[in-house]
DNA sequence: CCAAGTTGTCTAGTAGAATAGACAAGTGGG
DNA sequence: CCCACTTGTCTATTCTACTAGACAACTTGG
């Protein structure tokens, strides 16, 4: 008869946990599938109809795990044409000019920063002794998200000296691009003096804000930002979704 | 003024992650506390109450996910008293004598085993050796899923020669037992003849038998029993959630 | 251009997740 | 024993996940 579906009774969603939406169970199935290799870069994947069949499932419940993976930036749709993988890898040059805006608009995608907070607080060893300040110097802290397209690429933790640079924050929020903020103070030609990169696993927060799962393996990029004439400017943090981007570095 | 509560919108839920209910990233959080120590065997729990404001959420909620835990095998709840940590492993000798039902009411458990499918099949090489069979003679198949005072402590798969067992499946289904299976084939003496122990991950399926995550570490236990005098059975592949028992091995 | 196939959007209904509050039933300490 | 505290159970309400169906907007190949 078939008149109803008792969801948690049996049946072929294998795939169901207890607890986890029924789509997000279907992606978290395709992001595995796509990782795996199952799909090729640029492959198409099965209608949303037949995908719905398949799982025993509404189209809906399957357009929102699209959605979820649209939005970690492993598919793209195409209205009237379909669902296509996409797992090429953001190349990120590492290099003297490093500027996230640019990277992003000359790969040809839409860059954006989000500013997610900004405070006073004082400077620690480590930054204090990159900006050459005094342990407990007043430093200004922002905490930014970036993304390219819409997908989020990296959370940076970004400290300048609060003495030269008070409002970053609020200027920030308004510029929406380090290059910008800095062009505000004058300052025009910074540079990169170093870049240190290691390899970690998402927290539950960067997670969140990379919309990541967590345990994902992420790229940590420290570094150094300092002006023409190498007077240091802002040290950073980054936290880069290792699925997202490659860092390219020249020599 | 604090009228709604969107739950998505922001605040003090750092855990919550998209597509998965609220009591089961709380269940979880608890899981892994515990996992790593952070609640010793025996501990109590804060109360509902208290767990429910620490995480902003209802009572109820927090309800749902302590029966999570308690489905788990992690936890167990005293009405009037409170929640307390169940952290220690049920002992499981592997002996001469191995048998589920007698292991746990020793350990002052309660045992239950329910199959959950039977079907004829052809012996491939491995079954075929250890029971003394050709390849392709006929095999009853059994899954069965074991449980301590209603946790799943495994599930696994037996194999009987299909000539001499071949209604198996539907005794088992009421003797629920084994031993008391092979009693109806006036099998009475049997004995463990060698078990081969390795380690593996939960699957997709496994993990909803055994109400585990998914990639939560098994012992992957083979076996063949045998009559007194010496003649195969059956043989067995079980998968034991490694967080509730320890195979205890004299020698 | 047309037709088949695909994604996007809308409406509507059902079941379950989460909230809120109240009270019963049980425990434990003074 | 009594009282504070805890878990168990009930009712009611709101919001969302999922289902169902229909149609519009769009792409593609013949």
């Not at 040059?93 to 995608?109: L, N, W």
């Not at 930054?127 to 940076?156: C, F, H, K, W, Y």
């Not at 008070?166 to 990169?192: C, E, M, P």
């Amino acid at each position: 008869m078939l008149t109803k579906t008792p969801r948690g009774s049996s049946g072929k969603n294998h795939l169901l946990e207890r607890g986890v939406m029924l789509w997000r169970c279907i992606a978290d199935d395709f992001e595995q599938m796509i990782m795996i290799g199952k799909h090729d870069n640029g492959a198409r994947l099965p209608a949303e109809s037949e995908i719905a069949t398949k799982y025993g499932v509404n189209r809906h419940t399957v357009r929102r795990a699209m959605a979820e993976l649209a939005a970690r930036g492993l598919v793209y749709t195409e209205r009237g044409s379909g669902t296509y993988v996409k797992t090429d890898k953001l190349d990120y040059p590492i290099g003297q000019r490093t500027r996230f805006s640019e990277i992003v608009a000359a790969a040809g995608h839409e860059a954006e920063g989000r500013l997610q907070g900004h405070r006073l607080e004082p400077a620690n060893e480590e930054v204090a002794q990159r900006l050459g300040l005094n342990v407990g110097d007043s430093v200004v802290r922002l905490e930014i998200v970036r993304a390219s397209d819409r997908v989020p690429i990296s959370v940076a933790t970004t400290w300048l000296s609060a003495e030269r640079y008070n409002d970053a924050g609020k200027i920030y929020r308004q510029a929406r691009s380090i290059t910008r903020t800095l062009d505000h103070y004058g300052v025009t030609g910074y540079r990169r003096k170093w870049t240190r990169i290691s390899a970690a696993f998402t927290d539950a927060v960067d997670a969140g804000r990379l919309r990541l799962s967590v345990h994902r393996p992420i790229l940590v990029v420290e570094s150094l930002d300092v002006t023409a004439g190498g007077e240091p400017i802002l040290t950073t943090r980054g936290r880069f979704a290792a699925d997202r981007i490659a860092l390219i570095v020249e020599s």
